[in-house]
């Protein structure tokens, strides 16, 4: 049976008694209306561990003036039932207020929130940095997953935890999608039934940059292109991004000699949704 968690101090004493023990514990992050791709993580950190913990928490921080934090997605009951499920330990779910009391510290994230989804939500990587740096301190895990389909905001945490000594190993998970190939999301609720089915064209303009790819094609630029022609033809949705960046430095590139990650973001009437592909050039191993 999941126990449900309200208080920084009671999460902090069950996980610092846990870890006394000898427990290993694997934490996954989340902001709730749980899907598969949250379930993936879950059980990878159950499978992993000892001890499995999942945070729900809808970050007030991470939210800019014009986005969704009142509209965003809450379904404690339904998610506490889904981690009931899955054998999940403990479920850490505080209020605002308890993490954020006072007026909190800011921690500013700097050059590697400057470009793809930090440039077009600023202050967005400061608040995911602040509230992750506060629930690994609460809950000392000895592992914490992350998904792929975030891979700018993965980057990020990797970095973070470098900087302040988390001793935390970061697991990148890789993207778990539909059976057609979107990207799970909790987002993909408010599409409409024409715009579902036109989603599916981001997976499938990054699959044909791939075989580009594969093929020798080393020209961010033009792989950039072929992502774009493909959502053209694709769907009706706003490209909103499509970018090519060495990873996980998130810097710009030319020619690909090393890892790169080519990320977009397509809006739809009331959905921005976002994929990616990381390709390796094997070659310069």
């Known amino acids: 049976m999941t126990k449900r968690i309200t208080t920084i101090k009671e999460m902090q004493e069950i996980t610092t008694t846990l870890k006394l023990q000898g427990n290993t514990i694997g934490f996954v992050p989340t902001m709730g209306a749980l899907h598969e791709g949250h379930l993936t993580l879950l059980r990878k950190a159950k499978s992993e561990n000892d001890i499995s913990i999942a945070s729900v928490f809808v970050n007030p921080l991470q939210f800019g003036p014009d986005e969704d934090y009142e509209d965003y997605p809450r379904q404690i009951e339904i998610d506490e039932q889904l981690l009931i499920a899955n054998g999940i330990d403990y479920l850490f779910y505080p209020s605002a207020e308890e993490m954020y009391p006072t007026v909190p510290m800011t921690i500013h994230v700097g050059e590697m929130?400057?470009?793809?989804?930090?440039?077009?939500?600023?202050?967005?990587?400061?608040?995911?940095?602040?509230?992750?740096?506060?629930?690994?301190?609460?809950?000392?895990?000895?592992k914490a997953y992350f998904g792929k389909k975030d891979a700018q905001q993965l980057a990020i945490i990797e970095a973070l935890v470098k900087l302040f000594n988390h001793n935390i190993e970061v697991i990148g998970v890789d993207i778990v999608r539909e059976n057609d190939g979107l990207a799970k999301s909790s987002r993909n609720v408010y599409l409409t039934e024409d715009e579902r089915l036109e989603a599916v064209a981001l997976s499938e303009s990054l699959k044909e940059a791939n075989k580009s790819f594969q093929n020798g094609e080393r020209n961010a630029g033009k792989l950039q292109s072929i992502v774009i022609n493909y959502l053209t033809k694709h769907t009706k949705g706003k490209i909103d991004e499509v970018a090519v960046f060495a990873y996980p430095e998130l810097k710009p590139v030319d020619t690909i000699t090393g890892q790169v990650f080519i990320s977009i973001a397509v809006k739809y009437s009331k959905a921005r949704l976002i994929d990616n592909i990381i390709l390796k050039d094997e070659r310069n191993d």
């Not at 602040?130 to 000392?140: A, D, P, R, T, Y």
């Open 113 to 142: 929130a400057s470009v793809l989804e930090g440039a077009k939500r600023p202050g967005h990587f400061d608040g995911v940095v602040m509230v992750v740096n506060k629930l690994f301190n609460i809950v000392q895990p000895d």
